[in-house]
T-cell receptor, first 116, second 115 residues
Framework: AQKITQTQPGMFVQEKEAVTLDCTYDTSDPSYGLFWYKQPSSGEMIFLIYQGSYDQQNATEGRYSLNFQKARKSANLVISASQLGDSAMYFCAMREGRRTGNQFYFGTGTSLTVIP | DSGVTQTPKHLITATGQRVTLRCSPRSGDLSVYWYQQSLDQGLQFLIQYYNGEERAKGNILERFSAQQFPDLHSELNLSSLELGDSALYFC??????????????FGPGTRLTVL
């Protein structure tokens, strides 16, 4: 089974509107971290936001927020007030457990296009 | 700038050749991860090192090998290159302290083209 599933290969959003990028995950470990990364056309991977499995509140970083629904095993990224510079690939990732050796699992990504 | 450096930025070589990609992690980060990103395969985890020791192995071919040196920089060696090895190779580092889900910081990548 896939550890991270991103079901939206491509999304479009009007500038200044909000958009939600979906991510579901699969783990039996009660302790895990969830991450979102942005990859613009230039290629670099930029860390956006993180949510720990024991965090009580949804994470927020500026215009980014993570809608964490633990029972549904979903960790959707919400981008508010979209800007043209938000056009990029977005990857959801998970790290299980807190030991130093645990690897990260990445989804297949969602391509977001912001329309002026 | 993530603080992770990778060299070279671009590499063009021929099939059958061998190349070495280099990565320097952020200051203080002990863990280094290597990923391959190609158009049809997405982001594939290759291998992870922590403080010089191999910690996790993903979809890394036998023709590929890596190591992490005492100064914590890492090298990814790709040999007997094939056309299908053309991809963007990322290195990422993480402080990887136990008890935290430390995020990874990615380098700018090395774009490998095999002709």
């Amino acid at each position: 089974a896939q550890k991270i599933t991103q079901t939206q290969p491509g999304m479009f959003v009007q500038e200044k509107e909000a958009v939600t990028l979906d991510c579901t995950y699969d783990t039996s470990d009660p302790s895990y971290g969830l991450f979102w990364y942005k990859q613009p056309s230039s290629g670099e991977m930029i860390f956006l936001i993180y949510q720990g499995s024991y965090d009580q509140q949804n994470a927020t970083e500026g215009r980014y927020s993570l809608n964490f629904q633990k029972a549904r095993k979903s960790a959707n990224l919400v981008i508010s007030a979209s800007q043209l510079g938000d056009s990029a690939m977005y990857f959801c990732a998970m790290r299980e457990g807190r030991r130093t050796g645990n690897q990260f699992y990445f989804g297949t990504g969602t391509s977001l296009t912001v329309i002026p | 700038d993530s603080g992770v450096t990778q060299t070279p930025k671009h590499l063009i070589t021929a099939t059958g050749q061998r190349v070495t990609l280099r990565c320097s992690p952020r200051s203080g980060d002990l863990s280094v991860y290597w990923y391959q990103q190609s158009l049809d395969q997405g982001l594939q985890f290759l291998i992870q090192y922590y403080n010089g020791e191999e910690r996790a192995k993903g979809n890394i071919l036998e023709r590929f090998s890596a190591q992490q040196f005492p100064d914590l920089h890492s090298e990814l060696n790709l040999s007997s290159l094939e056309l299908g090895d053309s991809a963007l190779y990322f290195c990422a580092s993480s402080v990887a302290k136990a008890g935290r889900y430390n995020e990874q910081f990615f380098g700018p990548g090395t774009r490998l083209t095999v002709l």
